[in-house]
C-alpha cells in the first residue's frame, strides 16, 4: 500500500477551503494532517509534524510563506497566488515551489497538480537501486510528455485495455508472466503494456522477493 501524502492546507478564506478539500477527498492518498489560517499557525505546526506538501493561499500567506519552510526542507509547496510578478515566480522557482496557481483556483488545476505530485510521490517510494532510466524518467519527466512517449512506444489501445481489464479483474497484484499466460502472448510484450501503465499512473508496481533468483515485478491498480 502506498505511503499516505502528508497535506497541510494554509487559507484563511473559507470557500476555498471547501473547494480545496472537495479537490483533495478525489484522491485516497493524501492525508490532511491540518488545516491552518496564516503561515505563523503553520510554521507551529511544522515545529511538531512532517509535511510532503504544503497549500499555501492567501495574499499574506503566500508573500511570506517562507516563513515556515525552514522547519522542513522536504516538503513542497503548492502556492495560490493573485497577480504573481515575474520576479515571485522566479524566485519560487528557485526555492523549489512544486507549483504556482493564480485566483480564483480552477478545481481540475488543483486536481492536475495533486495528482502529478502524488505521481512522483509513488515513484520516489518506490525507487530501487540500481536505479533504471524508466524510473527516473518517471520522476522527473513531465506527465504530458510521457505520455507522448508511451503513446509513441504502445500502439496497440486494444492491448492495453486487456491488460488493464485482466489486473482489475483479479485479487491482488499480477506479474507480467501471469498475464501473458491468460492473454496467450509473451511476457515481454505484456511487461512493455504493464510499464506503459505505469508510466501514465493507471497502474503501479511492486517487487515481490524470492529466496532465490531475482525480484518478481507485479502490477496492481492504483
Given amino acids: 500500500m502506498?505511503?499516505?501524502?502528508r497535506l497541510l492546507i494554509v487559507e484563511s478564506d473559507l470557500m476555498v477551503?471547501?473547494?480545496?478539500?472537495?479537490?483533495v477527498r478525489y484522491f485516497d492518498n493524501y492525508l490532511v494532517v491540518d488545516k491552518v489560517d496564516s503561515v505563523e499557525a503553520a510554521?507551529?505546526?511544522?515545529?511538531?509534524a512532517s509535511m510532503d506538501l504544503v497549500?499555501?493561499?492567501?495574499?499574506?500567506?503566500?508573500?511570506?510563506?517562507?516563513q515556515f519552510n525552514e522547519f522542513s526542507n522536504q516538503a513542497r509547496v503548492i502556492l495560490l497566488a493573485q497577480n504573481?510578478?515575474?520576479?515571485?515566480?522566479q524566485d519560487a522557482v528557485a526555492c523549489g515551489v512544486w507549483d504556482v496557481m493564480l485566483r480564483p483556483v480552477d478545481p481540475e488545476r488543483l486536481r492536475l497538480s495533486?495528482?502529478?505530485f502524488r505521481s512522483r510521490f509513488m515513484y520516489l517510494e518506490a525507487l530501487e537501486f540500481p536505479v533504471q532510466q524508466e524510473r527516473l524518467d518517471a520522476i522527473f519527466f513531465p506527465r504530458d510528455r510521457q505520455q507522448s512517449a508511451v503513446a509513441n512506444t504502445?500502439?496497440?489501445s486494444?492491448?492495453?485495455?486487456?491488460v488493464m481489464q485482466l489486473i482489475e479483474d483479479r485479487d491482488g497484484p499480477q506479474s507480467a508472466g501471469e498475464i501473458a499466460e491468460v492473454l496467450n502472448v509473451s511476457r515481454i510484450t505484456v511487461r512493455k503494456y504493464c510499464e506503459a501503465l505505469v508510466n501514465t499512473g493507471k497502474l503501479h508496481v511492486k517487487n515481490k522477493y524470492q529466496t532465490k533468483g531475482r525480484p518478481i515485478k507485479q502490477y496492481f491498480l492504483v
Fill in 43 to 48: 510554521a507551529e505546526r511544522m515545529k511538531v
Fill in 158 to 162: 486494444e492491448m492495453l485495455d486487456k
Fill in 55 to 66: 497549500i499555501v493561499g492567501g495574499k499574506d500567506n503566500v508573500d511570506n510563506w517562507k
Fill in 114 to 116: 495533486l495528482e502529478m
Fill in 2 to 5: 502506498m505511503k499516505s501524502i
Fill in 84 to 89: 504573481p510578478s515575474k520576479e515571485f515566480i
Fill in 154 to 156: 504502445v500502439k496497440n
Fill in 17 to 23: 477551503l471547501f473547494s480545496i478539500g472537495q479537490v
